[in-house]
C-alpha cells in the first residue's frame, strides 16, 4: 500500500508563491507516474502537471511557464507555484500511477488547500 501526504498550501496573494509537497511511502514500483490535480468549488477536478519516473514533464495550459513540478530520489513530488492568480485557488491533491507488470495501482493524496487572494 502506498500513502501520500501533501503540504505547503496555505493562502498567499496573487503574484505570490508557493511550494507543494507529496512525500510517498511504501513501495513504489519503479515505473510511475506522480502527478498533481487541483479541485476548485462547484469544478472537476483538473490535472496539473505530471512527471515520469525518467522525469517527463507535462503541464495543463493554464499553468505552463508559472509551474514547475520535480521529484527526488525520496519518493516526493514537488510543484512550485509562481505568478499564482486567483484561479489557481482550489484544494490540490497528488497522484501516484504505477505498473509492474500486468499490476496497474492508483494513489491519492488527501489534498491541500490553495487560497489565492485578489
Known amino acids: 500500500q502506498v500513502q501520500l501526504v501533501e503540504s505547503g498550501g496555505g493562502l498567499v496573494q496573487a503574484g505570490g508563491s508557493l511550494r507543494l509537497s507529496c512525500a510517498a511511502s511504501?513501495?513504489?514500483?519503479?515505473?510511475?507516474?506522480m502527478s498533481w490535480y487541483r479541485q476548485a468549488p462547484g469544478k472537476q477536478r483538473e490535472l496539473v502537471a505530471s512527471?515520469?519516473?525518467?522525469?517527463?514533464t507535462d503541464y495543463s495550459g493554464s499553468v505552463k511557464g508559472r509551474f514547475s513540478i520535480s521529484r527526488d530520489a525520496k519518493k516526493t513530488s514537488y510543484l512550485q507555484m509562481n505568478s499564482l492568480k486567483p484561479d489557481d485557488t482550489a484544494v490540490y491533491y497528488c497522484r501516484i500511477h504505477h505498473r509492474l507488470g500486468p499490476l496497474e495501482q492508483d494513489f491519492w493524496g488527501q489534498g491541500t488547500q490553495v487560497t489565492v487572494s485578489s
Open positions: 512527471i515520469t519516473d525518467g522525469g517527463t
Open positions: 511504501g513501495r513504489i514500483f519503479s515505473e510511475n507516474l
